[in-house]
């Protein structure tokens, strides 16, 4: 395997792209006999492969990263594969691999994913899975709605839990966030319910029944976030998820699955939780 560059994460990488490719698998070999042309599209690419660092002794290790995992997926192979990366020397790596899978239909797109996603309008026999791999906040809650629309993509999104608290301010005041991080959550959530982090609450306490503010705790960063996927997806959203944790044990992202076409609900999801609950 090759390296182009990328040095991203730990040992949550390979547990979220071993998800990755146990659902890739799962969903072509369940299909197989269906009249659909099956598509892949990872929205933030990266280059093929994955730069880490053993935790033991410092030493680079390299791991297959998503594009190659959707590439080696065989029974039967995607129809088509679309590698959508913002950077330009990523997209020059992800073109170099048609050389070595020939016979898969490569289409690299050196493109933003949220302009490329929202415009995204697949014929009506398109079905497929589609991979959100953000470094931090990039994936907008209004590509996610759109994408709910078209009824035809499994999705993985890696929510940014770690990103996301980081841009809350200490004070926990919703009015410290600067405007330029409130546009970002804005952006994020769809709209400005991740204020409502910061609602009062009533807590009783010995002497009478007082209105505090409460501090917000990761989990609840995620719920809001799930409630608006929610809103988009309906029963399509998956109930569980999975937490990934750095070698300090700190959350940094959740993964979260949501079905793409209602028919496929039951095979769907069984095959997620399965995945996830192996975390
Ligand atoms: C976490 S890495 C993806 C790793 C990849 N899934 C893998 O397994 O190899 C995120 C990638 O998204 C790209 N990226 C960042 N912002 C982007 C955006 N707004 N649109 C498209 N690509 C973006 C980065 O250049 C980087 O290659």
């Known amino acids: 395997m090759t390296n182009h560059g990328g040095r991203f994460g730990g040992s949550w990488t390979k547990a979220k792209l071993d998800i990755l490719e146990g659902y890739l698998d799962a969903y072509t070999t369940a299909l197989k006999n269906q009249p659909f042309r099956l598509w892949y599209i990872d929205a933030f690419a ?11 002794d410092g030493a680079d290790a390299f791991l297959d990263g998503s594009v190659r995992r959707a590439l080696e997926v065989s029974n039967p192979p995607f129809d088509r594969l ?8 990523r997209c020059a790596a992800l073109d170099s691999l048609r050389t070595e899978y020939v016979s898969r239909d490569i289409r690299v797109q050196n493109d933003e994913a949220n302009a490329y996603l929202q415009g995204l309008k697949p014929p009506g026999n ?6 959100l791999d953000p470094f931090a906040t990039q994936v907008s809650m209004k590509t996610l709605r759109h994408i709910a629309t078209l009824n035809c993509f499994d999705t993985w999104i890696l929510f940014p839990v770690s990103a996301v608290a980081r841009m809350l301010p ?9 405007s330029s991080w409130a546009r970002r959550l804005n952006h994020v959530y769809g709209d400005d319910s991740w204020r409502s982090l910061y609602r009062p609450a009533a807590q009783r306490n010995l002497w009478q029944l007082a209105e505090t503010t409460r501090e917000p705790g990761l989990a609840e960063l995620a719920a809001i976030y799930r409630e608006r996927l929610s809103e ?19 959350v940094l992202f959740e993964l979260i699955f949501c079905v793409g076409n209602p028919a496929g609900i039951g095979t769907a999801k069984t095959i997620a939780a399965y995945l996830l609950n192996k975390i």
Do not use: H, M, T, W
Not at 46 to 56: A, I, Y
Not at 126 to 131: I, K, N, P, S, T
Not at 232 to 250: Q, V
């Open 170 to 178: 200490k004070s926990r005041q919703p009015d410290d966030v600067s």
């Open 46 to 56: 990266g280059s093929g492969s994955v730069q880490l660092r053993k935790p033991d």
């Open 232 to 250: 988009a997806f309906g029963p399509r959203l998956l109930e569980g998820s999975a937490e990934l944790r750095n070698s300090r044990d700190s």
């Open 126 to 131: 398109v079905r497929g899975v589609l991979f």
């Open 82 to 89: 679309v590698f959508i990366e913002k950077d330009r020397n």
